[in-house]
């Protein structure tokens, strides 16, 4: 155990702490300034605000997690048929992986915003203009640059725990007499459902506490927790500050109810507590 | 599958992957664009010129700066709580697989507010309150990674090497470590990009002092740049990790071609994946 | 080491962090500063460093600090460091959680303020007090200046040093709008028989916040129409109907008033494209230099508006926590002498309205405000506030934002 303390203890006192001030300053305890006083003010205030954003942050992260774990399922279907073009999609998998969600963001408005490349390349057809994906009334931008990005990450993962052992699974169904569709649906999809799961899983907790996305395409009213809780705490207002950490724990315990259940759920990963053999 | 549609499959493939970054190279380019012409009327530099002037260079440096401290800290963290994982060196596997998973529970930003609030009265200097957090943000990423490695090693390697009379760190430094090296670079390459490519918390806890690429590019692009200097930001903030990552894995993958065809050198970890 | 003794250590360790954010203590009467002979303070602040924090968005007002203020502190002794935020509340964030340590080290030393940052330091008790009457500059300085003697309502007290006036301005493209409106609610009116054409950045942005409080005004029947004060009773009395005219207005903004530009840079933006024909600012200097460098284009006109528009002042101010409190006051006092008054009103070098009084003025000084060059596209800070209308309390501020939030941004 000693040669996991200081890991473990570094996560435990940095969350601990964090959380820890968080919940004490959404309760009064830890003002701006002037003399903490417990009081649920920053609760009241903040309410049909926390309520709003819980909606807009699944309406964002939802839609994402599914599409992302569609398109990401495809792509490692793509790359389990190996060859040149298998590499070809693995290295960008890896590329897109790498860049940062903001640059992921700033890309996706120059391209769907209102005077963006989509709209110059639909300028021609005319019609009523272009529709309003970048802070709009549907998250439709955020949610894409979201899946796009997680994609490539619910790809690799599933790549990975398929490819070992995927071609002989394959010549042995197709032996059996199975046709390629039932090969799909009676092999590589139950093979990779435990894989999809646990990065569904991931990409959905992380779309929940992401900020940059949605702060950057998404529209102003109502606003998903993390930026409803960074607004506020950008203020200087003495009960915005209250409100801000209240939103912070919201958003903390919608993540935690998403994955603690499906953990639980999750043979994978719960295999990985017995031993972390891969 | 046919010929055919794993042809189009393979361009919708990389259609989805490569459309989405189009218009960062093109901006990044473009001198004048006004809407709706398709290409830019006139190429140039303007937008590289008005990045660097806006500090981008200095930006890009304490990016560096930034990532390679988080690397610093958070590989051997994360490599010593890898090894008692893989080698099953602990009674409470469950405990130690549960911590790790919080800070990828838990969003940064909530950590961070409180974290901010507790380390400014504590008086902490910004830099190393958040190479301390996005540290305990990268431990899960380089513990399952070096986990993976450990288990495919054997834990007899020490002992063996001790028989031979070799100290406990002698064992550890020149025979376990250079034989799962491969994964430490990969969960220090992990670690540094969780440094680089950090938004939110570098502007909380850095409170707007730290100006790294990232943070540079939140600003010009939340509306006060014009789009080619944006989009030169952008492009200079995502070409260091992309260059890095694709060099690592063609390098993996040039080392692992004794491998069966079917299986793949470097498995890539479950929790692999950056911000 | 097994599990349990490591979790103990680590609560252990977190919670030891907590108390000790925790007990800090809060003092929350304010600092004054000791009367004392200005050779004084002048001999203590050589050789201090201030480090003045300022928002650092605009390019020319931070070549003014670098080029001319500081060199002109440097002959006094002083360095003066430059601190740009994105956002004002950046720096007060930073002061007050330093106060709230009871920090007498703190890294902010001076800041450029007004409004609600100033009334929020003043409740918190974050502000080094009665001083800035005492500098010797503020000979220059009117007394019956209510701009200079209130920031947005609140009692200046020797806690802020003027540093220069703006007056809230509307900008037009004169080849785009040959019918220009000559007051704001013609404005809004303008907006709505033009669909498309006209949006304003959304609050709590500054510049749209400051807006929303020009539509209140036209809408109440000018500021007389709207106690200064903050009052609930005037606010649900007044807003029903600032509401209603912009939630029926927004169908006819840009976007039919779906999303608003972030801030007025977004929305000057928006100008600059042709995309709308009307761009606001509470810092008209800047129109100058965006029509010299082609940004906007040469048609560009500031709209006269016969019933006024609001105008404040802003301020520089020193936390209690400074540690260089003799070195700010310097500063402080330097950059209210005429010769920086002066310097800093070029349309050439930032532009800013000198907050002195031209008749208080040595005969020299008063000339060289004279000798300053017309900017093509502003007019004169006296001509530009005239009817000027005084700003709302800062405790307006964030109801009126918020209730723009959910009244017009929510309800489409």
């Not at chain 2, 060196?89 to 974290?115: E, I």
């Not at chain 2, 834990?155 to 028989?163: G, V, Y």
Request: hydrophobic fraction near 50%; proline fraction near 8%; aromatic fraction near 6%.
């Amino acid at each position: 155990m000693s040669g996991a303390a200081p890991g473990i203890v570094a996560i435990t006192v940095v969350a601990g702490t964090g959380m820890a001030a968080v919940v004490a300053t959404s309760v009064g305890l830890m003002p701006l300034y002037g003399k903490p006083a417990p009081s649920l003010d920053g609760w009241r205030s903040a309410a049909p605000d926390l309520v709003a954003g819980i909606g807009e942050s699944l309406l964002i992260a939802l839609p994402a997690t599914v599409l992302a774990a569609l398109v990401g399922f495809l792509l490692a279907a793509l790359m389990l048929g190996g060859g040149r073009a298998a590499s070809v999609v693995r290295l960008a998998c890896l590329a897109v992986l790498a860049v940062p969600h903001l640059v992921g963001a700033t890309s996706v408005s120059l391209l769907l915003s209102d005077g963006g490349v989509a709209a110059r390349l639909a300028a021609p057809a005319g019609g009523d203009g272009w529709p309003a994906l970048v802070g709009g009334p549907w998250p439709v931008a955020t949610v894409l640059e979201l899946a796009w990005k997680e994609s490539a990450f619910v790809a690799l993962v599933v790549l990975a725990a398929v490819a070992p052992g995927h071609r002989m699974r394959m010549q042995v169904a197709a032996g059996l007499g199975a046709r390629p569709v039932q090969r799909v649906l009676r092999v590589l999809v139950p093979t990779a459902a435990p894989a999809v799961g646990a990065a569904s899983l991931v990409t959905l907790v992380y779309a929940i506490g992401s900020y940059e996305v949605a702060w950057l395409l998404g529209r102003a009213v109502p606003e998903p927790l993390p930026v409803l809780a960074f607004r506020l705490f950008g203020s200087i207002e003495l009960t915005d500050r209250p409100a801000a950490a209240a939103a912070a724990v919201t958003g903390s315990a919608l993540a935690l109810c998403v994955a603690v259940p499906a953990l639980a759920a999750l043979p994978r990963l719960r295999s990985l507590s017995t031993g972390g053999a891969p | 599958m046919t010929r055919v549609v794993r042809t189009a499959g393979l361009v919708l493939a990389l259609l989805w992957l490569v459309v989405p970054l189009a218009p960062v190279l093109v901006w990044a380019g473009a001198e004048r664009w006004s809407f709706p012409d398709l290409l830019p009327r006139d190429w140039g530099v303007s937008g590289w010129r008005e990045a660097a002037s806006a500090g981008l260079p200095l930006a890009l440096l304490r990016s560096l700066v930034l990532g390679l401290a988080v690397a610093a800290v958070a590989t051997p963290l994360g490599v010593m709580t890898g090894r008692v994982l893989g080698w099953r060196l602990t009674g409470r596997p469950r405990m130690v697989v549960a911590l790790l998973l919080v800070p990828l529970v838990l969003p940064p930003f909530a950590v961070a507010m409180g974290l901010d609030v507790v380390l400014i009265r504590v008086g902490l200097h910004e830099l190393v309150s958040v190479v301390l957090l996005l540290s305990v943000v990268a431990i899960p990423y380089t513990a399952y990674t070096s986990a993976t490695a450990f288990a495919r090693t054997s834990p007899e390697l020490e002992a063996q090497a001790r028989a031979l009379g070799a100290t406990p760190r002698q064992a550890r430094l020149r025979v376990v470590l250079p034989a799962v090296r491969g994964s430490i670079l990969v969960a220090a390459l992990l670690a540094f990009l969780v440094g680089w490519s950090d938004y939110v918390v570098t502007l909380l806890v850095g409170g707007g002092q730290l100006v790294t690429a990232p943070v540079l590019l939140g600003a010009a692009a939340s509306g006060s740049g014009n789009d080619a200097t944006v989009a030169a930001m952008a492009l200079a903030t995502v070409a260091p990790p992309v260059v890095l990552v694709t060099v690592a894995a063609l390098r993996v993958r040039g080392s692992g071609r004794t491998a069966p065809a079917d299986r793949l050198p470097e498995p890539v970890p479950d929790h692999e994946r950056m911000r | 080491m097994s599990a349990r003794p490591v979790s103990l250590a680590a609560t252990a360790l977190a919670s030891a962090l907590l108390v000790s954010a925790c007990a800090a203590p809060a003092a929350d009467s304010p600092a004054t500063s000791a009367d004392r002979p200005w050779d004084e303070v002048l001999a203590e602040a050589e050789g201090q460093t201030v480090d003045l924090w300022m928002y650092g968005g605009d390019e020319r007002g931070n070549a003014y600090v670098d080029d001319v203020l500081a060199p002109a502190a440097a002959d006094l002794g002083v360095t003066v460091r430059r601190v740009p935020v994105a956002d004002t509340k950046d720096a007060m964030r930073r002061l007050l959680a330093e106060r709230a340590a009871g920090e007498d080290e703190g890294s902010v030393d001076l800041v450029w303020v007004n409004g609600d940052n100033f009334a929020t330091g003043q409740e918190a008790g974050a502000w080094l007090c009665g001083w800035s009457d005492d500098l010797p500059n503020m000979r220059y300085v009117s007394d019956e200046d209510p701009l200079v003697s209130e920031d947005f309502g609140v009692p200046v007290e020797g806690c802020e040093s003027p540093w220069h006036k703006a007056q809230f301005t509307f900008a037009y493209d004169s080849a785009r709008v040959t019918d220009p409106p000559a007051t704001v609610a013609g404005l809004l009116d303008w907006a709505e028989a033009n669909p498309g054409r006209f949006t304003y950045p959304a609050p709590p942005d500054f510049t749209g916040s400051v807006f929303v409080r020009q539509a209140l005004y036209a809408l109440s029947g000018g500021a007389e129409g709207v106690p200064a004060a903050f009052d609930e009773g005037a606010y649900d009395e007044l807003t029903p109907a600032l509401w209603e005219r912009l939630r029926d207005l927004a169908p006819a903004l840009w976007r039919e008033g779906r999303t608003h530009p972030r801030d007025q840079v977004a929305l000057d933006r928006l100008f600059a494209d042709g995309q709308v024909d009307f761009t606001m600012t509470y810092g008209p200097a800047t129109l100058t230099e965006l029509v010299e460098d082609g940004t906007f284009a040469p048609t560009t006109r500031v709209l006269s508006v016969e019933d006024g528009t609001i105008g404040n002042a802003s301020f520089l101010a020193i936390p209690a926590s400074s540690p260089d409190q003799a070195g700010a006051m310097a500063v402080a006092d330097l950059a209210l002498s005429p010769e920086q008054q002066v310097a800093k009103a070029d349309p050439d070098v930032w532009g800013q309205f000198t907050v002195l009084d031209i008749a208080l003025l040595e005969d020299d000084a008063a000339h060289a405000f004279d000798r300053l060059p017309d900017s093509p596209v502003v007019p004169a800070y006296d001509e530009l506030s005239r009817n000027a209308q005084p700003e709302l309390s800062s405790s307006w501020v964030t109801p009126l934002d918020e209730g723009w939030r959910r009244e017009v941004l929510g309800r489409p």
